[in-house]
């Protein structure tokens, strides 16, 4: 069994910088890949970055290349989602993912476990 809290959200000005953590309980986190969502009102949840139970391989949506970085450590349960220059478009609730580590990291899993949710709003 994986709990997954995702924290870090806030308020920031365009241009921007955040760091979304999202902490896992249980011994087996290093068991998953670990991916971000984000879901802004009204519109559906969709994928931002991936990363495998290694953090040897990552992959991004193309609208978050070169200003999103996805890392993890294994020792600390911990994922993170470091957020350059940040847009108002961008404004969403954030939720991690446990899926399963064999899955190709470029294909979305089954995911086994869901965060609550942090909520970023960038304002313009």
């Known amino acids: 069994q994986v709990q997954l809290v995702e924290s870090g959200g806030g308020l920031v000005q365009a241009g921007g910088s955040l760091r979304l953590s999202c902490a896992a309980s249980?011994?087996?986190?290093?068991?998953?890949?670990i991916d971000w969502f984000r879901q802004a009102p009204g519109k559906e949840r969709m994928f931002i970055a991936a990363?495998?139970?290694?953090?040897?391989?990552?992959y991004y949506a193309d609208f978050v290349k070169g200003r999103f970085t996805i890392s993890r450590d294994n020792a600390k349960n911990t994922v993170y989602l470091q957020m350059n220059s940040l847009k108002p478009e961008d404004t969403a609730v954030y939720y991690c993912?446990?899926?399963?580590?064999?899955?190709?990291?470029?294909?979305?899993?089954?995911?086994?476990?869901w965060g609550q949710g942090t909520q970023v709003t960038v304002s313009s």
């Open positions: 993912a446990a899926g399963s580590r064999t899955t190709a990291i470029t294909i979305r899993p089954a995911y086994d476990y």
């Open positions: 990363i495998s139970w290694s953090g040897g391989s990552t």
């Open positions: 249980g011994r087996t986190f290093s068991n998953y890949r």
